[in-house]
Structure formats: structure tokens, C-alpha cells
């Protein structure tokens, strides 16, 4: 190992009510390989490694607040120094835990409520839905919640069945609550979370390290780069990860903007924005699973800039732009610039990002009021409902006023090389009165406005045509049309403008 190389520390976890203490870990091994290979842990399952199938699901708590903050995440992907100061869960720590308390069973009620709803035939994937639902019991069985069929569904998201045993493991889910209780010494466990606490890494160092080794990568989720270690074979020794940076982690709501930080997971990042934007509710469903949306962040999703990814899209159509941070050597200080988010893409997973800097933060402009946010849509077509990526996305926000367009933005991905926006549509549409002929014009516009690519998941006219039935949905959904969610292919059940114009009130 070179001595000119970002020092690697040891890393430490709780498990079983006692301090793990792991030296020489490499920076690029993931947390699965640490726990079957190095620890001997094969109660971890690895199916996909890939983040696909949940097999290697396992349960992180990490002290926040004066409690416990409790995720399921998938430990093919993580990389193990991202858990430390963390306490980890596999699915044969819940019978062994002195902090676990099972009051008597032999079993977890995650445990007991698969079995007496026989919800494990192969028993490969079951370890990983133990897992999932003891993060569920933990966050809603244990804070009194009723467990709804549709909260299991979100929950276990990540997780797949290939032998399709999904109604008794979603009856298991349902039955945790009527077992005995079992119970975590919350006290305890942060108490011996509190003597690993990492310490934090100051934006200072973190760019002045970037600076200093500008072929190491960064990392923050590892669910797009943790495949290329698990997938492309290729060692990522050099790795300087963003996720212990206070500043990068934090979510600020200022008057006329929302702030959300580079490495702030998806899943808050998109409770951040649902909770200005409450119509956006399903379409953060509908990035990636829950496991994934744990551990992955936005500016990940950015940065990685795939031309299928969900964010950005979104974040276009509402007039996002990134604040950017490098080392300036000079003045010892960190120098930032901002850019648009639709100026940073420069091709096919190609951006403006200089080799010193990193993205620091997504400015996202907002009405002071939620109920003042116009007409803001987004929509995801995939093969599948849950863990699958867009085959097309499309996102707008129009802000009307008596029936009138003011203003049109429209974010697309899917049909290029980046993601972009659709500004001959908005054209079309900004000035005209939000009715049937302007928004016939705008789908024949949108229609013809990019050349998309044929590939395994859609012909270019499959996609180009969904351009324009996406805005003639959202067009229904304004007028009230109450169209349920399509999932899938179905999205693109042709609807006829004609035929809903005389079905119009
Ligand atoms: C099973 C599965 C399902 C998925 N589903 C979806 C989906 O539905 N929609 C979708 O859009 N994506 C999806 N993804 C892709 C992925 O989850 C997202 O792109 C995620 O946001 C990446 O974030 P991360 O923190 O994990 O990034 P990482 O993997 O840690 O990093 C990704 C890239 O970004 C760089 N980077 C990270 N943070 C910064 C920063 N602050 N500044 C500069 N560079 C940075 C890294 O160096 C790396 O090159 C899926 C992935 C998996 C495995
Ligand atoms: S092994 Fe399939 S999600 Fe990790
Ligand atoms: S029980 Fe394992 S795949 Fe269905």
C-alpha cells in the first residue's frame, strides 16, 4: 500500500451486545464479504449482489437524536466502513442478542410470524424478509402503528420471492404485532454505540483530501458504485467517503428554497420534497426499493447521472441547481460555484464536475406555501412496480393561474443520452390556457421533440409515445379524472383524447 493513500481506519460495530473491533478491512470490501467471508456470518444470503433481491439483507441502528434511527439495507452493495459506529443485525443475531429481550420465545416474532405463516419454502430469501421485517417491527410494531398491508408491501419492497410465497410472508408481517413482544435495551446499545462514535469528517478535510488524491472516487451509498466492485471487478482502493461530513447530510428549509444535502439518503430527500410537494407521495415510492433508498443518496443519483435515473428528471422540472465545492489551495478556503442541474450533463454519464470538486448540496426553489406549488407531476414507467428502473420518467410543474400556463417546466429521462428538459413542449405550452387543444399540441410536440433509442426495455416509439400520453394523464389528473397509479406496461393503456374530452364534464 502506497503511503501517499487516504488512511484507512479500523472499523467498529455493535453486534450481539458487544463491540466488533475489525482492523485492515480494505476500503472497497463490501459489508456482505466481511460477514460470511472474514467473520464467518453465513446467515447472510448473497443471491443478486446486485442490490436486486434482498438475500443479503441486513439491519443497521444508528444513534440520532436521543434514539435510535432503524434501516434495512442491503449488505451486498454497502461498503463495510460505511456501518462503522453503526449496530448490525443478521438474521441469526436476533435469537443471540443479550440487548434483545424475546420474553421468553425462542424466537423473534419476526422469526415465529414466518414460520407460523409458512412463509419460507426455498428458506434462501427468507433470511433477508426476516430481516426487512424486523426493521418493520422496530420502526411501526414497536412504536404502536397498525401494520397495513400496503405499509408491508413498501417495507418489503427490496426483497423478492422467486417461488412467489408472497401473501403468507405479508400475513407474517401482519401477525408480528400478536406475538409476544420482544424488546431492545435501547439504553444499552447506545451506550456502547456512544463509545464508537466515528469522529465526523470535517467539508474542510474532505475536499482538502480531494484535492490531494483526485483519482480516488467518492463514495456515499454504494448502490451505483458498489456494483462495480461486485459486478465490473474492479478495485476501488481509493475511496473517500462523503457520508460522514455533517454538512453534506443536512436538509434546510429557507424561505424561498429547500437545501438538501449531496449525502442525504433518497428516502429522506424525497420525504423532504413530498412534504412540500405532497402529490410526489408515489413516485418516491417508486425509486429503486426501500433497502436501496436507505443507503443511497441523492447526490449519488446526480453525480452518477444515468439517463434512466429518477431524480434528476424531477429536480429539472422544478428548477433544481447544484452548489458545487472544491479546495481552493490559494485562499486555504472551500470555493463553490453553482450550476443548474439541466446545464450539468455534458453526455452519457458525462458532467461538469471538476476533478477536485464534489456536489455539495441540491437548491430546490419553493413556494412558501405547500398549497401554493402549482401543478407539479411526476411520473415513472418501469417493467416492474417495485426495484425496477424507468423505462421512461416524466416530470412538470406548471404554474397556472386562472386556467393559464404562466410557466412550463418539463424534466425527461429515458429518451437521450442525459436526462433533460422538454423546453419546445414547454414552449408550446407557457401563455396558452391549460385545456384540451393546448395540451394535444404539447403531446404532439413532446412526441417529436427527442429521438429516443430502442433497447431491451422499450422501442424509441414505445417511449416517444408514452411522452405524450404522460401528459395527457397528467392533464386528466388535473381535471380530476381519478386514474389509479398504472403500474408497468400498463401505463400505457392508450386513452383517447377524443374519447375523454366527450367523457369530460
Ligand atoms: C437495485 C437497485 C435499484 C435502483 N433503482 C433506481 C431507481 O429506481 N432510480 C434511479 O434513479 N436509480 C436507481 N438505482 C441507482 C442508485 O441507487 C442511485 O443512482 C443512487 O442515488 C446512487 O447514490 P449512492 O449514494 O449509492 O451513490 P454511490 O454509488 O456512492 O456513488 C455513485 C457515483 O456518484 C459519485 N458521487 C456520489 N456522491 C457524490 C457527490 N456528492 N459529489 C460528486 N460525486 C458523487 C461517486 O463517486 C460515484 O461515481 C438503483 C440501484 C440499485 C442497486
Ligand atoms: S445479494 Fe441480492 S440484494 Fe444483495
Ligand atoms: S421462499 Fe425463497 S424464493 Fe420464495
Redesign the pocket.
Known amino acids: 500500500m502506497p503511503s501517499d493513500h487516504p488512511p484507512i481506519q479500523p472499523l467498529r460495530f455493535v453486534q450481539r451486545g458487544a463491540i466488533v473491533n475489525v482492523e485492515r478491512v480494505a476500503p472497497e470490501r463490501t459489508l456482505l464479504a466481511l460477514l460470511r467471508e472474514d467473520l464467518g456470518q453465513p446467515a447472510v444470503k448473497e443471491g443478486c449482489n446486485?442490490?436486486?433481491c434482498g438475500a443479503c439483507t441486513v439491519v443497521l441502528a444508528q444513534a440520532e437524536g436521543d434514539g435510535l434511527r432503524w434501516r434495512a439495507i442491503?449488505s451486498c452493495?454497502r461498503l463495510a466502513h460505511s456501518v462503522d459506529g453503526s449496530a448490525l443485525w443478521t438474521a441469526a443475531d436476533l435469537t443471540q442478542d443479550p440487548l434483545l429481550d424475546l420474553g421468553g420465545a425462542q424466537l423473534h416474532p419476526a422469526q415465529q410470524a414466518m414460520l407460523e405463516q409458512h412463509g419460507s419454502q426455498c428458506g434462501f430469501c427468507t433470511p433477508g424478509f426476516v430481516m426487512s421485517l424486523f426493521a418493520q417491527y422496530q420502526n411501526r410494531v414497536m412504536a404502536g402503528e397498525t401494520v397495513t398491508r400496503e405499509a408491508t408491501q413498501a417495507d418489503l419492497s427490496?426483497n423478492l420471492c422467486r417461488c412467489t410465497g408472497y401473501r403468507t410472508i405479508l400475513d407474517a408481517a401482519q401477525s408480528m404485532a400478536r406475538l409476544p413482544p420482544a424488546r431492545v435495551d435501547q439504553a444499552a446499545l447506545l451506550a456502547l454505540l456512544g463509545q464508537i462514535a466515528p469522529a465526523p469528517t470535517t467539508l474542510a478535510a474532505l475536499l482538502q483530501a480531494r484535492a490531494r488524491w483526485p483519482e480516488a472516487?467518492?463514495?456515499?451509498?454504494?448502490?451505483?458504485?458498489?456494483?462495480s466492485i461486485t459486478k465490473g471487478l474492479q478495485p476501488q482502493a481509493r475511496l473517500l467517503d462523503?457520508t460522514r461530513v455533517e454538512e453534506?447530510g443536512r436538509i434546510e428549509r429557507q424561505p424561498g428554497w429547500l437545501g438538501i444535502g449531496?449525502?442525504v439518503?433518497?428516502e429522506d430527500a424525497f420525504a423532504a420534497l413530498v412534504q412540500q410537494w405532497p402529490t410526489l407521495a408515489e413516485f418516491a415510492q417508486?425509486?429503486?426499493?426501500l433497502p436501496?433508498?436507505q443507503?443511497?443518496?441523492?447526490?449519488?443519483?446526480?453525480?452518477?447521472g444515468?439517463p434512466?435515473?429518477?431524480?434528476?428528471p424531477l429536480l429539472i422540472a422544478l428548477r433544481a441547481r447544484l452548489q458545487l465545492l472544491r479546495w481552493d489551495p490559494d485562499r486555504q478556503t472551500a470555493a463553490e460555484r453553482h450550476l443548474a442541474l439541466e446545464d450539468f450533463y455534458t453526455g452519457y454519464r458525462r458532467n461538469r464536475?471538476g476533478a477536485d470538486?464534489?456536489?455539495?448540496r441540491i437548491e430546490i426553489p419553493c413556494p412558501e406555501q405547500p398549497a401554493d406549488s402549482g401543478w407539479t407531476r411526476a411520473y415513472?414507467v418501469?417493467k416492474r412496480h417495485e426495484?425496477?428502473?424507468?423505462t421512461v420518467c416524466l416530470a412538470l410543474s406548471l404554474q397556472l393561474d386562472n386556467g393559464q400556463v404562466l410557466a412550463a417546466a418539463i424534466g425527461v429521462g429515458g429518451i437521450a443520452a442525459t436526462p433533460v428538459r422538454a423546453t419546445r413542449t414547454e414552449a408550446v405550452l407557457t401563455g396558452q390556457p391549460w385545456s384540451v387543444a393546448t395540451v394535444q399540441q404539447a403531446m404532439k410536440t413532446i412526441e417529436s421533440e427527442f429521438e429516443p433509442l430502442s433497447d431491451l426495455r422499450a422501442s424509441a416509439s414505445y417511449r416517444r409515445q408514452l411522452l405524450g400520453q404522460l401528459l395527457w394523464r397528467s392533464w386528466l389528473e388535473s381535471q380530476g379524472s381519478a386514474l389509479p397509479y398504472a403500474t408497468g406496461l400498463q401505463a400505457l393503456e392508450p386513452i383517447s383524447p377524443r374519447t375523454e374530452t366527450e367523457l369530460r364534464p
Open positions: 446486485s442490490g436486486d442491503n452493495l427490496g472516487r467518492l463514495v456515499a451509498g454504494a448502490t451505483d458504485l458498489g456494483l462523503l453534506l449531496a449525502a439518503t433518497l417508486r425509486f429503486a426499493g436501496v433508498r443507503s443511497g443518496t441523492l447526490g449519488g443519483n446526480i453525480a452518477n444515468s434512466i435515473g429518477d431524480s434528476m464536475l470538486e464534489l456536489i455539495e415513472k418501469s426495484d425496477d428502473i424507468s
